[in-house]
């Protein structure tokens, strides 16, 4: 048995098209290899995709605040790369998470992969960019891009189709992606950049590539790179020969191909290096503990600590969420919501 067995086991008994089923897959467990899985032949994966964008960007577009989200951190920063400055220059009022670095400038706290997405935009449109729209799309994307993965690990139809539907609709990824602010777009690119990786990983694509996507993912969100060890996990066929423990173990180490992959994440972990050191005269992700200290009332206890755990688990899976008495009635709490009301589905 291979190593993706206790993910994609070789034989379950369970109806066909239920989450249970799911058919053999030597292709996948013989050796110790990583092959690519065998796609249905015809236009099948093409249209259904598509068809998954449509309705996913029409809902996402028609369901959303209306317009470009006033919390559009990115468009200044994305028109700050073309014109060769990482600082922002013309601040709408709205823009106030902001800190300030080398000369007094003014700096986006988050990472920029997202300002990058919106590069082709804001050259057309300048400042008026809408980055509402670009996550909207992004956001569709998402959606057809869970159902490529599922078609790597399941051969129903009905399978793929109903857990891209449940991602796109039945995850608080609608709500993000089709509001669009800094904080949500950063969530979506992020999760754009992680799926593909893993799409690439189920394809068989070159280690760089999948450890360049990684990276991508880890440049819109820096705790994206906890996702690390499931990576070197799924990939260790093509980076640790087999063969039992002993002393000289480090021999079965392909020091290229790991070399490879490390050289993809490390891309942007560089990149990210050099952009904190051009702002602030450091390597380090310092943006957040600015911000942290000019509001104590949020961060009570610093960045981090751990009494501020038994308060995230609450919201987690207790928070309900905020009633009133005039339209639209009910809204989510800022503090977030319980996974089992945003997806009910995981209860079942």
């Excluded at 029409?58 to 600082?87: C, E, I, K, M, N």
């Excluded at 990939?235 to 039992?244: A, D, E, F, I, K």
């Excluded at 639209?328 to 503090?335: I, L, T």
Aim: aromatic residues 14%.
């Amino acid at each position: 048995m291979g190593y993706l067995s206790p993910i994609l086991p070789t034989r379950r008994a369970a109806p066909k098209g239920s989450l249970a089923y799911e058919p053999a897959r030597a292709s996948v467990l013989e050796a110790g290899q990583l092959k690519s899985l065998p796609l249905p032949k015809g236009y099948f994966a093409p249209i259904a995709a598509f068809v998954l964008f449509s309705l996913t960007f029409v809902a996402y577009y028609f369901s959303g605040q209306g317009g470009a989200t006033p919390f559009d951190y990115f468009v200044p920063l994305a028109d700050g790369f073309l014109h060769g400055r990482l600082s922002i220059v013309h601040p709408s009022p709205l823009l106030d998470e902001l800190v300030p670095g080398r000369g007094g400038a003014l700096y986006v706290i988050y990472p920029p992969m997202p300002a990058v997405l919106l590069l082709p935009q804001v050259a057309i449109s300048g400042l008026k960019a809408n980055q509402t729209l670009t996550s909207v799309f992004l956001g569709s994307l998402n959606t057809s891009l869970v159902f490529l993965v599922m078609r790597r690990l399941s051969d129903s139809r009905r399978l793929q189709l109903w857990i891209a539907l449940l991602f796109g609709f039945g995850t608080i990824h609608w709500y993000l992606a089709s509001l669009g602010p800094a904080w949500y777009l950063a969530d979506v690119v992020s999760f754009l950049f992680l799926t593909l990786a893993i799409y690439a990983t189920l394809c068989n694509r070159s280690l760089f590539l999948i450890g360049l996507l990684l990276g991508a993912s880890y440049w819109a969100r820096l705790p994206t790179i906890l996702s690390l060890p499931f990576f070197m996990i799924m990939l260790s066929p093509r980076w640790l020969r087999t063969g039992p423990v002993t002393r000289s173990s480090i021999r079965k180490v392909h020091f290229r191909s790991l070399g490879a992959f490390a050289a993809g994440v490390g891309v942007f972990v560089a990149a990210n290096l050099l952009y904190n050191y051009l702002r602030f005269g450091t390597p380090r992700d310092i943006a957040y503990s600015i911000q942290a200290r000019r509001e104590p009332d949020i961060y009570p206890a610093g960045l981090f600590d751990l009494s501020y755990i038994p308060k995230h688990l609450y919201v987690f899976f207790l928070k309900t969420p905020v009633f009133r008495d005039h339209p639209p009635y009910v809204m989510p709490s800022m503090a977030g919501l319980s996974i089992f009301i945003t997806t009910p589905a995981f209860l079942y």
